[in-house]
C-alpha cells in the first residue's frame, strides 16, 4: 500500500474506530492502527521488506501469542525483535499465511 490517505477512511467507515497514526522513519514506512489491524505504506523499495506479511496483527502479549503459535504448528521467520513501538515478530502460519504479530509498548 503506497498511500495511507487514500485507505484510511474506509477502513475507519468499516471498522467505526479512528485510527492512529505514527511512522517508522528509520525503516521508511507509513503506519495506521485500526482496531488489531495495522495498515503500511511506504516506498515500494521500504515496502518490499514487508511485503511478504499478509496481515499485519496488533497483539497484547505478543509473547504467549508466540508459545501458542509454535504448539499449533506455526513457524516463527523473525523472532521477537524490539522497535520504536514495542516488539514484533513475523510467523508463518501453517497454511503458509505470513503474519506479523505487533505488541505497542505504548510508550512511543
Known amino acids: ?4 490517505e487514500k485507505v484510511v477512511p474506509f477502513y475507519e467507515g ?3 474506530t479512528k485510527a492512529t497514526r505514527f511512522n517508522y522513519w528509520s525503516k ?4 495506521a492502527a485500526i482496531g488489531d489491524f495495522l495498515l503500511v505504506s511506504g516506498t515500494d523499495e521500504a515496502l518490499a521488506k514487508v511485503r511478504d506479511s ?3 496483527f496488533l497483539v ?3 509473547h504467549a501469542y508466540k508459545t501458542w503459535l509454535l504448539d499449533n504448528g506455526a513457524v516463527i521467520r523473525q523472532d ?3 522497535d520504536f513501538s514495542g516488539y514484533s515478530m513475523i510467523v ?9 504479530y505487533v505488541e505497542h509498548s505504548h510508550s512511543y
Do not use: R
Open 1 to 4: 500500500m503506497n498511500d495511507l
Open 14 to 16: 468499516l471498522f467505526q
Open 28 to 31: 521508511g514506512l507509513d503506519i
Open 54 to 56: 499478509a496481515i499485519c
Open 60 to 62: 497484547e502479549d505478543i
Open 80 to 82: 521477537i525483535t524490539k
Open 92 to 100: 508463518e502460519q501453517p497454511d503458509g499465511t505470513v503474519v506479523e
